[in-house]
T-cell receptor, first 114, second 112 residues
């Protein structure tokens, strides 16, 4: 069965360091992979999308990589700030139909300490 | 000017009751979704409507019935509520051709 796993439930880092979150998947060939941010008591907010034929995508301090051979995506936040503390969700999008169906990982909660 | 709104924000009810959650989006999107997020934070798709037509119907109990009166609204009705239905329910919407989904603030349902 399809499975998507984010490497750790929680990640604690010091302000200014780079946070690296991992998303692995099995039995799936997504056309896209998306990353969302979720703050406590709120809905997820879209951050970045990367296509299967893209190796890397950047947006300000965020960088996402996508390795379809390893079936893995890495999500980096450089120069992290306490305001980056949140839960980050990766989501697979098959893309073959127009439904937009997403399969989410369980999320990694990032805590950036000042 | 909330993009995706849900009501109510909190819902506490007894087992066996029937309840509804409402969702509205003012983004002009044509596809809407219902997700369930359990206590372990897993976010799982339940249903999706595109222009009032059901396009995703995951394996959920038939006590759950979505209703879309128009493409800006997607409501979720739950019959005979059970303890295991306790979760946060999120509504989301998407514009056809785009992949990004916009989520509502969630409805925390507690079944006692």
């Amino acid at each position: 069965s399809q499975k998507i796993e984010q490497n750790s439930e929680a990640l604690n880092i010091q302000e200014g360091k780079t946070a690296t979150l991992t998303c692995n998947y099995t039995n799936y060939s997504p056309a896209y992979l998306q990353w969302y941010r979720q703050d406590p008591g709120r809905g997820p907010v879209f951050l970045l999308l990367i296509r299967e034929n893209e190796k890397e995508k950047r947006k300000e301090r965020l960088k996402v990589t996508f390795d379809t051979t390893l079936k893995q995506s890495l999500f980096h936040i450089t120069a992290s700030q306490p305001a980056d503390s949140a839960t980050y969700l990766c989501a697979l999008d098959h893309g073959s139909s127009n439904t937009g169906k997403l399969i989410f990982g369980q999320g990694t909660t990032l805590q950036v300490k000042p | 000017d909330t993009a995706v709104s849900q009501t109510p924000k909190y819902l506490v009810t007894q087992m066996g009751n029937d309840k509804s959650i409402k969702c509205e989006q003012n983004l002009g999107h044509d596809t809407m979704y219902w997700y369930k997020q359990d206590s372990k934070k897993f976010l799982k798709i339940m249903f999706s409507y595109n222009n009032k037509e059901l396009i995703i119907n995951e394996t959920v109990p038939n006590r759950f019935s979505p209703k879309s009166p128009d493409k800006a609204h997607l409501n979720l009705h739950i019959n005979s509520l059970e303890l295991g239905d306790s979760a946060v329910y999120f509504c989301a919407s998407r514009l056809a051709g785009n992949n990004e989904q916009f989520f509502g603030p969630g409805t925390r349902l507690t079944v006692l």
